[in-house]
Each structure stands twice: as C-alpha cells, then as structure tokens.
C-alpha cells in the first residue's frame, strides 16, 4: 500500500494543508483565542460585582447593628466595595420605603433591598427586591455572614461554649479528593474539569475542520477535473489513502501544538493559574489522546472524503454529510454533559463506542482514571469500523470522484457498491 | 508486432452495457485512432485500457504482458475532462505529475524548465496556476502529459475546447512524439481530424466495434464506386440519375456513390454538360464521415442509450 505514489501524494496534502499560511494561523490564533476568552471572563468575574449598592432593612432594630458589624468584614465590603445602607422598619413602612426606592433600583442607582423580618429568627426566611432578584453568585456570598448572624442570635443566652457555637456557625466546606490508582490521594480543584471540557471542544473543532477541510478538497478534485489525470498514474485506492494520512498527520500536528500549548502552560511558572484550576496533564495522556485522534482521523477523514466523491459541489455535500457531523456534534454533547459527573452509564459506552470514543474517551480520561483495557479497547474498536467500512468507502469514492452530473441518489449511490471497479 | 492488444473488454454499468466485447490491436508506432459519436463508449474503453476502470470481462495486453502500474507509468494521459490543481505553483505542478508516475530528482525538473522555456511558461514558473491564462493551463497541462517521456500517449478528445494556436501546439506534439517512434493513441469524434492525422483506427459504436484496421485499407475497401465531389451548382438532378445510387451532403463535399465502378468518368461528363462548376472531382475516395454514416446509420438517428457521467 505504502509506495512512492501514496507518498508523493501525501507530501502533496500536506505541502497544501499543513503549510498553508490559513492553516497555520488559524492553528496558532485558536490557543491565543481560549487564553483570551479565559482572561475576558475572569477579568468579567473580578470587575463584574464591583460597587453594588444595596438597602438592608430589618424589622426588629435590636440586630441591625449586628449585621452593620458582620458585614463591615465581609469580603464582598472590604474586597469588592458592595455599599450596604442599613435602617430598621416595620413590615408596613417597609412597603412605602420599597416605594420610594422603586425608582432608584430601577434606574439602577441601586442594585436592590434585603428586608430581614422578625420571623427570619426562626424560619431563616429573609426577602429581597431587586431587578435581578435570581442572583446566584450574590446569594452564594451573602449567606454565610447572615446565617453567622442568625446563628449569633439565635444561640445568645442558651448556654453554649464559644466551640460549640463556632462548629455550629461553620458551613459544609466540600473538599475533593481523587482517589486514584496511585498510592497517594491527591486534593483536586477544578483542573481535571476545565483539561476535559478544552480536550472536548479543541477534538471537536479540530475534527470538523479536517475533515471539511479533506472534503473540500476532494470536491475541488473531483470538481476541477484533475482527478482523472491523477488516476492514470495513481490508483484511487493510493490516492484515497495518501489523502487520508495526509489529513490525519496534519490534525494531530495541529492538536499536538494546541496540547503542546495547554501541556506549557500547565507546567510553566510564568503563568500562574490558581491553585483551584491547576492542570494536571499528564505526558501520557497526550501520547494517548494524539493517537487515538490519529485514528479517529483515519477514520472520519474516510467519510468525509466519500461524501466528497458522491456531490460535486459544496452545497449538496453540506446537506448530505449531516449524518457525519451527528457523528462528530452527538459525542460532544455527551462529553460536555460528562463534566457534571463523569460516572453516568451512557460515558461509559460511548467513551468506547465507536466514533464517539474519539472525544469521550479522552474527556473522560482527564477527570477520572480509565481502565487500561478500556483505552486500548476504544482503540481496537475504531480500527474495526475503520476495517469494516472503508472497503465501502473506498467503492463509493472510486465510483463517485468519476461522476458528474445531476446529484446522485442514496439508492443509487447504494447501486455503485455492485459496480465491479 | 502490436503495442497494446485489447482483447474482448466489456463494461456495463447497471443495465447499460456501455462496452461490449470489444478487441483490436495498436499497432507499434502508429497514431491510432478510436472514433465514434459521443456517448459511443470511447472514454470507457480508455478508462479501462488506463485500468481506471476495471473492466467486466476482458484484457488489455501490453507487448505481450497483462497492464498493470507498469503501463501507467509509460502513459501520459490526457483525459477530456482535464484539470490542475489551482492553488498549486506552475513548476510545482510538473514536477508533482512526473513524481507520481515514478519520475523525480533534478534531470526531471531540468527537463521541466526546458518545457516551460519552449513554450513561453518559463516567467510563469513560480506563479500559481489559477493565474495562468485558460490557454497557458492548456499548455501546462501538455507538458504534464509529455515530461515524463512516456511510451504510449493516450489523448481522449484533445481538441475540446482548445483554442486555435493550442490546437497546433498539441499537434505538433503528437507528430513529434511519433517520430520519436511512441505510440499515440487518441479518441475524437470529429471524423476529420481522425482522417488527417490518423494511419490506424478503430469505429466503435453503441459500445461495439464496427470497424478497424489501417486508414489506407479501409479507404480503398468502402472507397469503390464512391466518388467525393466539390462543386457550385445545382445538383438536385443526380438524385433520379440511373448512375447513382445515394447521393449524401456533407456540408464541403457531397459523396456520390455509383451503382457501377466504371461509370465515374460518365458521371464526370454529365456533370460538365449540365454546366455544374466541378472544383474538385475525387473517384474512389471516401470520407471517414462516409463510412461512418454507411455503417452506424445517420448520426442523427441515436437510438441506444449512451455512456454518460459514470
């Protein structure tokens, strides 16, 4: 299989792909683009909060001074400038002050009104007003302090030893832990999850663009004529196949520098992430995820080619490889759907499926320790389809790249299997 | 002693037999030509001479031995439907042709420089192709199908869509490349090409063959009794003469064909003394188109199906 031929037409593949200054600089900008968006949104999440201005008022004015001295120390006054005005009302002045406010919060001269009743010192059930009253990452800082309140209040008098108040006043702290093969277990922040999410999204980008980019081209061939010149030196066979590894090379040097990039930053002390998104990579992991993709390459560049052959121009082969894509678009979803726990059953089979194990596999890989045998097995499968389908393939591309035309049929394309070629 | 020998080559496709059971033999060092209308199953049989098709049934033998890669490498092919790669540089482009018929290193590029210097393309050698002048990725595309010096050239329609100049380059080619003793091969259906440039043919038809063998013998053979007439007047007259048997107008030249060999110089007479101003009065000769229309019937009368697009 392997002769100068497919190798000329390898070199040829990939002095066209690999070297084409779009390639290279879309390769290189889409690293750039992750750190930029990354930046953005952390720089979004420390300006975001800023200089919040709020009204605090509480219907029993003996704790109001509570919450002036608790949150005096909060972060959210000290670090982030949140202004807090306090006053104490009744139930029914508190519905004229909400009145008076309404303008202000509205033209956002304030961001919203926390009304604290009496009963809140048995239910815990406090009220607040706002445009945006379904805020999240408010309530997540706000409800400590105020439950340390509450706490205060509700234990003062009942004879109770200051531990036994700080252990009733100190929330659940959840603390990760990875329990792995290894002898040690290790403390984990959210590293595993972002390293799985950005193995999920670059495979996913990476396979959509070689494998359109592998289409294109062989629409381009079969469009431009050439490929009958090229056929009477090169068999469609040699040809199909040097295209293949032409494509296939060319998208794991494009995910070995994009991992190549993540693997830098991880181990680099020039940037520091914090401790919490601290990435493990492991160089084994890249070992694998490049080979597997390799395959998985193999096996959609394939597709992607024989539906080149069956439509002579872009359109129609866009409505027609939608059943490839699925292949491609479905396996993300489960591998983002993954992140939020990584042991549903249907991971499991579709990080083996064929097809789909090319994204789940290594996503799942990143937050939680596969089995050997299942890695290897992932593989075995892929080069089974590959084994499986390409003889189909193959026929529907010798047949196709010679045809034009009106567009072809399914039942016909399925004609051309019995074609002797 | 023949070059290529095809031996009973049959294709179908579905139901459309598109060749069937064809065979003849190309002569060494001959321009042999495969003639027929268009849809006739011409670019089948090459496809499969080409072994880009694989043929139902069938053989084709090269000096004695089955076709295989051997071949390829030894033929420059230039299909109808030809192509370049665009984006590629000119010089690039050779070079990536003769590399994948097994040819490549620096007497390669050389000979490809020469190429490009004979026919105007050297200052073009570093641009793209797209930015070639149709005509210019015509010549480009010649000198692919010649520089790796092949044995055999096959042209399929060569002189589709091909500008007036390019028209003589190619043919310059193809008489150069037959002095130099290799076989060319092409297939046309435009019948007076064939005849000028052509000693061998085969006619195929309906995917059959109807006809072979050297230009010269098939002339003399269907030429008796057939005189090719050049003229100004009006020759209506003839239709209902007891001379003639089928009167046919070609446009340039009207073929007469006589009911008797010997009666050419009577119909000359009659001709001049009904004042018809004979310019060119040739007895036994016959066009290609002639025999063509004698043997598959009027061309316009397609009534088979025909190889299209597969």
Redesign the interface.
Known sequence: MFN??VI??IK?ELK?KLFSKAFIILTLMIPGMIFIFGGVSVMLNLTESKGLKFELVVENPSILLDFQTEFSKADFVTKKNYVFGYSSLKRDEFRNFLNDKKQQIINDNLTGVFFIPDSAMNNKKIEYYSKSPQNISLSRELEKPINKIFLNIFFKGKSLSAEDLDFARSGVDFTGFKVSKDEKIAEEGYGNLVLSYALSILLYMSLLMIGQMAMQSVI??KG?????????????KELMTGKILGSAITGVAQMAVWLGTILAVSSSALIALPPEISLNVKPELVIYVLLNFFIGLVLFVGLFSMMGAIFDNAQDAASGNMPIMMLIIIPFFIAISMMENPNKPYVEIASLFPFASIIVMPARMAMIDVPLWQLILAVCINLATIYAIFPIAGKIYHVGI????KKPKWSEVI?WL???? | MYALEVKNLTKSFGKLVAVDNASFEVPEGSIFGLIGRNGAGKTTTIRMMMGIYLPDNGEVVLRGVKVGQEFKNQVGYLPEERGLYKKMKVLDTLLYFAEIKGKSGREIQRRAEDYLKRFELYDRRLSKVEDLSKGNQQKLQFISTVLHEPEFIILDEPYSGLDPINTNLLREIILEMKQKGKVIIFSTHLMDFAEKMCDHIVMIDHGKIILKGSMKELKSKYAQKNVSLTYDGDISFLKTNPLVEKLSDYGNTTGIKLKNANDAQQLLKLLVDKNINVKKFDANDISLQEIFVELAGHENGNNGKEVRNV
């Open positions: 100068y031929r000329a037409v040829r066209e381009e061939e431009s004529k050439i490929v009958e010149v090229i056929l009477s030196s090169v068999s469609s010679l045809r034009t035309g004609k019995k074609y002797k070629y």
